[in-house]
């Protein structure tokens, strides 16, 4: 097999973990339980030394009305060191501050586990060039491979 091809063929497969959801959430897919993944995923961002706060769980706020909805959470967490330098090139960003993680498990039963690309989120603010972006790039795509690793 060709070089060309081989790269073509590991690109496919790493693109099979990561699925562009929606504009701007970068969603990758989780081996473990929803809840599993985002105790890990929580636990990951604490050792990280970043502040929890809040750990939302929509499922349950969907049961209290009577409804029912799979598997879903979102982490909100982050601090300072991270979130400020962004601020600095836009300060519209803090909108999208503190980061947020959101755990899902789809109608076939896959867990996933998305978050907002940082690159998407500077664009947004006119701040494309931003050179946060890519530190807060390489962390949440960190605490993401951490939180689905097996």
Known sequence: MKLSQLLFASLLISISSITQAAD???AVKSPHSAKE???RFEEVAKQKGLNVFARIDHAAGAAKIGK???PTEVLIFGNPQGGTPFMECAQSVGID???KALVWEDA???VWIGYNDPAYLAQRHGAAQC????NLSKALSGLT?????R
Do not use: H, R
Not at 131 to 134: D, L, T
Not at 145 to 149: L, Q
């Open 37 to 39: 993944t985002m105790n």
């Open 108 to 110: 076939s039963g896959q």
């Open 97 to 99: 501050l503190p980061l």
């Open 68 to 70: 029912k909805l799979l």
């Open 131 to 134: 050179p946060a972006v890519g």
């Open 24 to 26: 701007g959430l970068i």
């Open 145 to 149: 491979g951490e939180a689905v690793a």
